[in-house]
């Protein structure tokens, strides 16, 4: 079994997925999964990994290098770009930080977040914090983290009148789309944001609204 066939099965078993139930989601027959995780069929085009990697809730990442969650520190999760939303895999951790912030609507469900070192991410920034709630559907207008094409991502997302879904970026690049065909899967809503400052030599966190 190779590398690539054996992390499909890997992730197929933790996803609690029978072949022929990880083949429809895919789009392919049960042997044809039996034949990449056997390795008996290695090459596997773009789109069929970006369906796998769908199917499996991973990246692209996770699913063709095997590149492991970042682990939390002090109850504060790192996100990178070409990571699966930390949260996915550390649920069980406890946001005991979240006790002490002064917001409503934050709750232990919530996960506090940062950019990891050198990550870039529109309305976030590296020394930044957000309180991000684990969920799957549009719920109401403010800033989201998406899963687009297996890269972590944050879009400010809102309803027009006509029920479509408009995409914005930090650069104010909006793109409007048909609700049923959104290019992207959420895995959270930031609830509250938390700026770094400079201030006479001290670093602060100031919180700033989320819409």
């Known amino acids: 079994m190779d590398a690539l066939g054996s992390r499909i099965k890997q992730l197929r078993l933790k996803a609690k997925l029978s072949k022929a139930a990880l083949a429809r989601r895919v789009g392919v027959s049960d042997v044809t999964i039996s034949y990449w995780e056997s390795g008996t069929i ?3 085009g773009h789109e069929r990994l970006v369906a ?8 692209l990442a996770d699913l063709l290098h095997g590149t492991p969650a970042p682990p ?7 996100i990178q770009v ?3 939303a930390p949260w996915l895999h550390h649920g069980d951790v406890p946001a005991h930080l979240l006790g002490g912030l002064p917001l409503p ?3 232990r469900d919530c996960h506090l977040v940062t950019p990891g070192h050198g990550e870039t991410f529109d309305f976030l920034a590296e020394g930044d914090l957000a309180a991000v709630f684990p969920l799957s559907d549009f719920a109401r207008d403010g ?3 998406l899963d687009y094409l297996g890269k972590l991502t944050i879009r400010h997302l809102s309803r027009t009148s006509s029920g479509d879904v408009q995409i914005r970026n930090e650069s104010e690049h909006v793109e409007t789309v048909p609700t049923n065909a959104l290019p992207f899967r959420l895995v959270g809503q930031i609830r509250a944001r938390w ?3 400079e201030s006479k030599d001290i670093h602060a966190i100031e919180p700033e609204p989320t819409d």
């Not at 939390?72 to 790192?78: D, K, M, Y």
């Open 105 to 107: 609507g934050l709750t």
């Open 82 to 84: 070409h990571q699966s």
């Open 52 to 59: 796998l990697a769908s199917a499996l809730d991973c990246t």
């Open 42 to 44: 290695r090459q596997i």
């Open 72 to 78: 939390p520190q002090h109850g504060v999760l790192h």
């Open 195 to 197: 700026k770094l400052v």
């Open 143 to 145: 800033l989201y983290v």
